[in-house]
């Protein structure tokens, strides 16, 4: 039988900081061979554990204008102060390839890309309650006590735009929810406007 034809997805994953939409992402590529990562380009520095190209593309002000004025960004955005962007070039070229993208970005990035892509399968992460989100990111000890509030009260307003995304999942547990992001996953990879068998005519012996 002839090997189906299957159009590449874009997966956006998004969520307010903190509510674990990074380690879900982690796990998906782990699980899942079938997908690629975009590393997106940001003006922040580095945490101590990030590496310049395998977690984020560092640009300074001057590089990230640059790229801006080039065009070569399928969505930027201002976000907890610092600008982030999506490389457009690379998300295209495995998306003809007929490959799997999966893009981990904020709300404001995720609902360009949205608007810039309507094929694309947009994902909320939400945290179980408000609460445990200061928990998180109180445990994750990279930002201060100030950024720590903005993020929460940005969580606030990004939760009420939920109805803008596709699907939502609640992350009271990775185990749990990474179970349902494959499921969505491996529904989006059936989609009749994706995924194009050719059965053929007699059994093949």
Do not use: W
């Not at 061979?33 to 922040?44: C, E, G, I, M, Q």
């Not at 904020?106 to 909320?124: E, K, L, N």
């Amino acid at each position: 039988m002839e090997q189906p034809i299957r159009k590449g997805m874009l997966l956006v994953i998004s969520g307010p900081s903190g509510a674990g939409k990074g380690t879900l992402a982690k796990r998906l590529l782990a699980d899942d061979p079938t997908f690629k990562f975009s590393v997106s380009a940001t003006t922040r520095g580095p945490r101590y554990d990030e590496v310049d190209g395998v977690h984020y593309h560092f640009l300074t002000e001057d590089e990230f204008q640059e790229r801006v004025d080039a065009g070569d960004f399928l969505e930027c955005a201002v976000v907890h102060g610092h600008r982030y962007g999506t490389p457009r070039a690379y998300v295209r070229e495995c998306l003809e390839r007929g490959e799997n993208i999966l893009l981990d970005i904020d709300p404001q990035g995720a609902r360009s890309v949205a608007a810039a892509m309507p094929d694309c399968v947009t994902v909320f992460i939400l945290p179980p309650s408000y609460e445990e989100l200061r928990i998180r990111l109180h445990t994750r000890n990279t930002e201060n006590e100030n950024e720590i509030n903005r993020r929460l009260g940005n969580a606030k307003g990004e939760i009420d735009q939920l109805s803008r995304y596709q699907y939502a999942i609640i992350n009271t547990t990775v185990e749990k929810a990474i179970v349902e992001l494959k499921a969505v996953v491996a529904a989006e990879k059936q989609r009749t406007t994706r995924f194009f068998p050719v059965i053929p005519e007699k059994n093949e012996a």
